[in-house]
Structure formats: C-alpha cells, structure tokens
C-alpha cells in the first residue's frame, strides 16, 4: 500500500510539472500561430499536428511500455518534449513551428500513455476511481497555473518566452521521472508495490500477454463499453482544443478585447472548477456507479459550451468558463476509470493506448473543425454545434454503455 501511493505521489507530481509548461503556453498559441499570417483553421491545424503525433504514438506506445517497460517511457516523453518546445520558440516560419508541435505531441504521447498503464498497474476496480480523480487533480493544479502565468510571461517578455519556461519544466519532469519512478511492468514488480487489493493473474502466461497490436485492437473493437467510453473522451478532447484551447482565447481577443494575462486568467478558472468538482467526484466514485457521474458533467459541460457562444464581456466569460470546469471535472476522472474497468490486467497496454488514440482524433479534429466554422460564420456557430456533439454523445452513453462499478 505504501510503495503503491509513493509511486502515485511521484506520477502527480511529474504529471503537475508538465501541465504547467503545458498551461503555459495556452492562452498565447493561438496568437503566436497568427503572427505567422495565417486564419483561424490554420491556427486549428498547429494544434492538430499536435493531436495527430499523439494518435501516430499512442498505439505503438502501449507496445513499448510492454517491451521497454512503463519508466523509460516516462522518461523518454518529457524529454522529447522538452527539446520540441525549446524548437518551438525559435520557429522563424509556421511550417517549423508545425514540425516542432508534431514533435511536441510525440512526447506528450509517450508520456501519457505509459502514465495511465503505470495507474493501471498499481490500482483495481475500487481503487481506480479516486486514483485516477487524484491523478487528474495534479494534472489540473498544474494546468491551472500554467494559463495565468502565462499570459502574464508573453505580456512582459514577448510571446515566445512562454516555450522557453515550457522547455524547462519538460527538463525538471525528465530528471524527476528518471530519479524517482521504479518498474512496475513485470508480475513480479506489481506484486511487489500491491497490497491484497491488487490481483496478480499467474495464470496468464508470457506468450499470451504478448499478443500482437492488431489482434489485441480487434478484440477491444468488440467491447461496446470500451468504445462508448472512449467515445465520451473523444468528446472531451474534442472540446478542449477546438473550444477552450482555440476558440475561447480568440473569441476573448477579438470578441471583448482581452490580454494575453486575462485570457490566461479564463483558463485557469476552466482549470480551478474542473480540480474543484473533481475532488468531490472522487469520493463519490467510490459509492456511485461510474454513469451517474459520466453523464451530468457531459450535460453541464454543454451548457457551459452554450453559455461561451454567447458571452460578450469578460464576466460572462468567466462564468461560462466555471461551468465548463464543472462538468469536465465531472465526467474526466471517472471516464478514464470505466474504460479501464473494462480492461483486463493483461489488456493494459494496447487498451489505454487505443483509448488515448481514439481520444486523440477528437484532440485532432476539433480544432480544424471548428476553426473552419469560425473563419466561415464567427465563433458562435461552432460553440453551439460543438454543445450538440458533446451532449449527443452523453446521451448515448447514458442509454447503451453498460455500468462497470456498482
């Protein structure tokens, strides 16, 4: 129990580091795109690439946490990322910029995926959910930070210092994984960090917990649950970059007329009431059943959506951007847990790499998507049909996926 929280504690706090760098440069993205000369679905784009290198990734990268085990992983993704940012605030054209942000997002998926089989590994059903809330939480503490600061870094030393700080915390995160994470891959190292709660399935042999990618996806096509969960997260992502990461700093830039800090400052609110919900749903995860929680924080995360379409002052925006926090706080963790819910131990791998690469199309799409819209019709447009999707999409969840924890 002590080790399985010690490697917990180190997976947050590495997780807290990056999302600040991360947090950091979101409110100025869009801006440093646009100083290239380009519109509104090129600025998508930039993000995009950044979705498209998780989704090349992600797959593969639940492959490598199997052969090379979940540490060098965790070592391997910030790293690379680290090296990409620095890239980034050199840029002299948008097609480098581009190729570094591809590379940005290689890193970020390495990261990802081979933190969330690590979580895997040292948690089972009635644990998963407050693991996963808590995990959730260091990410959101330090994508909290990130936006205000910032902002506050571009308005007094230019819009490319933000990559440069983002850079260095990639760095601090590389050192602290290397120094702090043991192995948790083999049988034998999870039995070692478990306690009675953590099952250790002997019977599987070698030979069966190396199966091949494609027949591993092929059988995670056929769980409905698998896929309605990752549909839910595709939705998330979906709304993350195409709305809060894209259209909101734009929309508060040209629509009310913020500066780079009091964009930053919208974010983090978005952040401060997604860490807020989710430390409540944290402990109701362990009483409630996964859909009474997935379900309402979609709801409440489309009315936010409604709520940003039509804000034309900065307080308007702020509330908007608490309700949105709200509801992805809500629906984030727990999603996360039902779809590993739906796994088994020996699934790990290939499954929460699948799940981030469905997840990711929606971090691809979104913002390409409702870029376009916006450069065709405005901003209110593409925030309306992107409420739509997101409660479409609760909706059918609610209907067909059945519950993992009663």
């Known amino acids: 129990m002590r080790k399985r929280k010690e490697i917990l504690l180190v997976l947050c706090t590495i997780a807290m580091i990056m999302m600040i760098g991360i947090g950091i440069v979101s409110p100025i993205l869009p801006h440093y795109a646009r100083s290239f000369g380009v519109n509104i679905t090129m600025v998508g784009l930039l993000i995009t690439v950044f979705g498209l290198a998780r989704i090349a990734i992600d797959v593969p990268a639940g492959s490598l946490v199997e052969i090379f ?3 060098s992983m965790l070592v391997l993704g910030p790293a690379l990322l680290g090296v990409a940012s620095f890239c980034c605030s050199m840029a002299r054209s948008y097609l480098q910029l581009l190729c570094f942000r591809f590379l940005q997002g290689l890193g970020s998926g390495l990261y990802t995926t081979a933190a969330m089989v690590m979580l895997a590994d040292i948690s089972n ?4 959910g407050p693991m996963m809330s808590f995990y959730q939480g260091a990410i959101l503490i330090g994508a909290g930070l990130g936006p205000t600061v910032g902002g506050y870094i571009a308005d007094a030393w230019g819009i490319r210092a933000p990559f440069i700080v983002y850079s260095l915390m990639a760095a601090l ?3 602290w994984a290397y120094v702090k994470l043991p192995e948790t891959k083999s049988p034998k190292a999870a039995k070692a960090i478990s306690d009675d709660d953590i099952e250790i399935n002997d019977k599987e042999d070698d030979a069966k917990q190396q199966a091949t990618i494609l027949k591993g996806i092929i059988k995670l096509f056929k769980k409905r649950e698998f896929l309605l969960g990752s549909l839910v997260t595709f939705s998330i992502f979906f709304t993350r970059t195409g709305t809060q990461n894209q259209l909101i700093p734009l929309l508060g830039a040209d629509r009310i007329g913020l500066s780079a800090s009091l964009i ?4 983090t609110i978005v952040t401060i009431f997604q860490f807020i919900a989710l430390f409540i749903v944290g402990k109701l995860s362990v009483r409630l ?4 929680l997935i379900t309402p924080g979609c709801i409440l995360l489309g009315i936010g959506l409604v709520l940003v379409a039509f804000s034309k002052n900065y307080s308007y925006l702020l509330i908007s951007a608490m309700v949105m926090g709200v509801g992805i706080g809500m629906a984030g963790p727990v ?3 039902y779809v590993a819910d739906t796994l088994s131990r020996d699934e790990y791998g290939i499954g929460m790499g699948l799940y981030r690469a469905i997840s990711d199309i929606g971090f691809v799409i979104g913002p390409v998507t409702l870029g376009w819209l916006a450069d065709i019709g405005g901003f209110t447009k593409p925030i309306l049909i992107n409420a739509a999707f997101v409660i479409s999409i609760a909706c059918i969840f609610h209907i067909f996926a059945r519950e993992t924890a009663k």
């Open 69 to 71: 085990g979940r540490r």
């Open 125 to 128: 059903v009635r644990t998963r």
């Open 173 to 175: 995160a590389t050192i």
């Open 264 to 267: 930053g400052t919208v974010l």
């Open 289 to 292: 059943p996964r859909k009474t």
């Open 335 to 337: 999603i996360s847990a």
